[in-house]
């Protein structure tokens, strides 16, 4: 069954330090997502990316993120300058259309800002 | 305010035992609803999929239902088995794919 890849599993970063999670969405996918989920919360949505644009941000998704699709397969979420909040599961999910049967997730890249 | 909210938040149940999850929301506008099963440390798993026309949609064990009037779901799982300790959340899509994720209860089977 086609999977949604994320790397690393884990990655523990300095304080102001830049990072870049890494997805691999399902190939004949169109529509690419990140969520996250701080330790014993709910998962919240950041941001949607189709056609080689953000279609929707949250509030959470300020200036510190940044996403892109550099090639034809990977989906990157990057963070300019981390911050002790952002430690979080960082979730990765790809559909074929915008809400449809096919939204799949990844198991998550794990950040630890310290 | 778009919102899923979930009952109980978490809840202990023994082997081969049935248990019904519930799920309010206000979410607007609405797609379908989703419910999940994610593991500790692992992403969410899709379960169910109901769009508004829906009431009723079964997966093995798993039986979601839907009052797109009321704005309530449940998912009831029959016959619980051990791997069946995750917690079972409720998603609510909007229109263009963003999710809205309610807080998930905990389930703990038993033996």
């Known amino acids: 069954e086609p999977e949604v890849t994320q790397t690393p599993s884990h990655q523990v970063t300095q304080m102001g330090q830049e990072v870049i999670l890494r997805c691999v969405p399902i190939s004949n996918h169109l529509y690419f997502y990140w969520y996250r989920q701080i330790l014993g919360q709910k998962v919240e949505f950041l941001v949607s990316?189709?056609?080689?644009?953000?279609?929707?941000k949250s509030e959470i998704f300020d200036d510190q993120f940044s996403v892109e699709r550099p090639d034809g397969s990977n989906f990157t979420l990057k963070i300019r300058s981390t911050k002790l909040e952002d430690s979080a599961m960082y979730f990765c999910?790809?559909?074929?259309?915008?809400?449809?049967?096919?939204?799949?997730f990844g198991s998550g890249t794990r950040l630890t800002v310290v | 305010k778009n919102q899923v909210e979930q009952s109980p938040q978490s809840l202990i149940i023994l082997e081969g035992k049935n248990c019904t999850l519930q799920?309010?929301?206000?979410?607007?506008?609405?797609?379908?609803l989703r419910w999940y099963k994610q593991d500790t440390g692992r992403g969410p798993v899709s379960l169910t999929i109901?769009?508004?026309?829906?009431n009723t949609k079964s997966n093995g064990r798993y039986t979601a239902t839907l009052d797109a009037d009321t704005k309530q779901s449940s998912l009831h799982i029959t016959a619980s088995q051990l791997s069946d300790s995750a917690s079972y959340i409720c998603?609510?899509?909007?229109?263009?794919?963003?999710?809205?994720f309610g807080q998930g209860t905990e389930l703990s089977v038993k033996p």
């Open positions: 799920c309010n929301y206000t979410v607007s506008p609405f797609s379908n």
């Open positions: 999910a790809s559909s074929e259309s915008a809400g449809d049967y096919g939204y799949t």
């Open positions: 990316f189709y056609n080689n644009e953000i279609s929707e």
């Open positions: 998603v609510v899509s909007r229109s263009r794919g963003k999710l809205i």
């Open positions: 109901m769009t508004f026309s829906e």
